[in-house]
């Protein structure tokens, strides 16, 4: 199971996501640009000593990180679908996708993936935020393929 981050923006955010692939044994992807510099010690200083146990491949692009998908659906989380991530079926090889904190991804990367789903929550709020949802949506994804450790 893989995370792919398409151009984050907040460096605390990676290196929660980076913390939880390590703990939850998922690897990530980070599709720049990225609204950080990738030395920025915010990242190593959320993801800790956690950074050593994870596998992140940057992408310059999102038509680069297209290209290392091989058989693996593409799953995008976005507000903007009707289907709830815990109504969905996920597969091993699946990679979870999540768009900039500002503004998701562009349309035509959507229009690109395999499915696209959402995590419930109250019409009175816009978003989760985004290591937060990785969380929710890896957690979900890995106790249904059975792939939770430990």
């Given amino acids: 199971m893989r995370i792919a981050l398409f151009e984050p923006e907040i460096a605390g955010n990676v290196g929660a996501v980076m913390r939880l692939a390590a703990c939850m044994g998922a690897d990530v992807d980070l599709i720049e640009p990225?609204?950080?510099?990738?030395?920025?010690?915010?990242?190593?200083?959320?993801?800790?000593?956690?950074?050593?146990?994870?596998?992140?491949?940057?992408?310059?692009?999102?038509?680069?990180?297209?290209?290392?998908?091989?058989?693996?659906?593409?799953?995008?989380?976005?507000?903007?679908?009707?289907?709830?991530?815990y109504a969905f079926e996920f597969a091993p090889g699946d990679i979870l996708l999540f768009g900039k904190e500002s503004a998701g991804v562009p349309l035509a990367v959507a229009d690109s993936c395999d499915a696209r789903v959402r995590l419930p929550m109250r019409p009175q709020v816009r978003s989760m935020n985004l290591a937060t949802s990785a969380a929710l949506a890896l957690g979900e994804a890995l106790r249904q393929t059975g792939g939770l450790p430990g």
């Fill in 34 to 85: 990225m609204g950080f510099e990738w030395d920025d010690r915010r990242v190593r200083r959320t993801a800790m000593d956690y950074i050593d146990h994870v596998a992140v491949t940057r992408h310059c692009d999102f038509a680069a990180f297209k290209e290392t998908i091989g058989a693996g659906r593409l799953v995008l989380f976005t507000t903007k679908s009707s289907e709830s991530a």
